[in-house]
């Protein structure tokens, strides 16, 4: 079984603030608009619900498969970065925001496949293991231009209250 930790990222030039965008990208409750494989999300405990240290469970779904995540939020600041980990170590999904002005920001979105996670898809899948992170990881490539250009659309023509922008 192949060990190396599998990362990628990608960014996206978005016009609003950071303050807003972030306010959008850490709301998880919001994830089913933008994900291709995460249908819903909802925080475990409202009261720290979008601080570090929270826990979410995230429903996702591909054809032939439905299946349930609980994530803990591992960086929550505001405008500039919001990240979980999948089970609380296999794998980290994140948003980091750039300010490029007053009223633009680059939006990148990572994920790294951890080395506890790549280790327990061996423990879970034996011989089938390096078939299921590649799939893992091509769903991973797929999705993240597919999420940033549902965000960007999302940000870029509502604002929160539902108002379509000038």
């Known amino acids: 079984m192949k060990t190396n930790t599998r990362q990628h990222q990608e960014s996206v030039t978005v016009q609003v603030s950071a303050e807003t965008l972030y ?3 850490s709301d ?5 608009e933008w994900s291709p494989v995460c249908t819903s999300c909802w925080w475990d405990d409202e009261a720290s619900a979008g601080q570090a240290g929270a826990w979410f469970t995230g429903r996702n779904e591909i054809p032939g498969r439905t299946w349930e995540t609980r ?5 929550a600041e505001r405008g500039r970065e919001f990240a979980w980990v999948v089970g609380g170590k296999y794998v980290r999904w994140g ?3 750039t300010p490029v002005d007053s009223g633009t920001t680059t939006l990148t979105e990572t994920w790294e496949f951890l080395p506890e996670g790549i280790a327990m898809f ?3 899948y034996g011989d ?3 078939a299921q992170i590649a799939e893992r990881t091509q769903q ?3 999705g993240i231009p597919k999420t940033l250009a549902a965000i960007k659309r999302i940000a870029e023509s509502a604002d929160w209250n539902g108002d379509v922008r000038a």
């Open 23 to 25: 306010d959008l990208v």
């Open 122 to 124: 061996g423990e879970k």
């Open 140 to 142: 991973a490539l797929d």
């Open 95 to 97: 948003f980091t925001l």
């Open 28 to 32: 998880v409750t919001r994830t089913g």
């Open 128 to 130: 089938e293991a390096d």
């Open 71 to 75: 994530s803990q939020v591992v960086a």
